[in-house]
């Protein structure tokens, strides 16, 4: 079963942030918070990830909490081509079999113009 | 550079049949896996592979056969097709240790089986 919870969808207006939440309450201490999201019917693509501390890149930041339970991933200035859905994905580090992506049924956002 | 790439894109077969579902990598990562996804569903991995020789199985193997016998390659054999195979496969790649954490994947292979 998917360690984490997100809501099933999400609406965002062009130009604006959007903002999806993604608990994971019972994350371990050796644990990475993952996002990756998938555009239609194409394969998944790689965001971000982060273990404590926040992270930007070019696409996207991931603030997680204090106590790790549950992180915000933004996309700072949301456009059409965002629509998509959003896996949030914990796991631990890259090593071998415990690096296996179990994913859930992730976040549907619809950015609308 | 390709990346990962798969083939076919699609597939049609009739209950009973056998096929192949090609996955090939030109990044020289050790690990490969395949996933399937169904309508409205997220991914669930099938099979999975951390080096040439290495397989193992994921959350849902029942019905799939894989062999390793080279870096750049990993197969994904349907021994005997049924309906309920009806579905997308992804296959991806990424590094076992150090490096990267993102994990690349193919363009899907879209199978149905009458």
């Known amino acids: 079963d998917a360690k984490t919870t997100q809501p099933p969808s999400m609406d965002c207006a062009e130009g604006r942030a959007a903002n999806l939440p993604c608990n994971h309450s019972t994350i371990s201490g050796n644990e990475y918070v993952y996002w990756y999201r998938q555009i239609h019917s194409q394969g998944p693509q790689y965001i971000i990830h982060g273990l404590k501390n926040n992270e930007t890149n070019e696409m996207a930041s991931l603030i997680i909490t204090e106590d790790r339970k549950s992180s915000t991933l933004i996309l700072p200035h949301a456009t059409l081509r965002d629509t998509a859905v959003y896996y949030c994905?914990?796991?631990?580090?890259?090593?071998?079999?415990?690096?296996?992506?179990?994913f859930g049924k992730g976040t549907k956002l619809s950015v609308k113009p | 550079n390709a990346g990962v790439t798969q083939t076919p894109k699609f597939q049609v077969l009739k209950t009973g049949q056998s096929m192949t579902l090609q996955c090939a990598q030109d990044m020289n990562h050790e690990y490969m896996s395949w996933y399937r996804q169904d309508p409205g569903m997220g991914l669930r991995l099938i099979h999975y592979s951390v080096g040439a020789g290495i397989t193992d199985q994921g959350e849902v193997p029942n019905g799939y056969n894989v062999s390793r016998s080279t870096t750049e390659d990993f197969p994904l054999r349907l021994l005997s097709a049924a309906p309920s195979q009806t579905s997308v496969y992804f296959c991806?790649?990424?590094?076992?240790?150090?490096?990267?954490?993102?994990?690349?994947f193919g363009p899907g292979t879209r199978l149905t089986v009458t």
């Open positions: 991806a790649t990424r590094e076992v240790w150090g490096g990267s954490f993102e994990q690349y």
């Open positions: 994905i914990v796991r631990v580090g890259n090593g071998g079999s415990q690096g296996n992506l179990i």
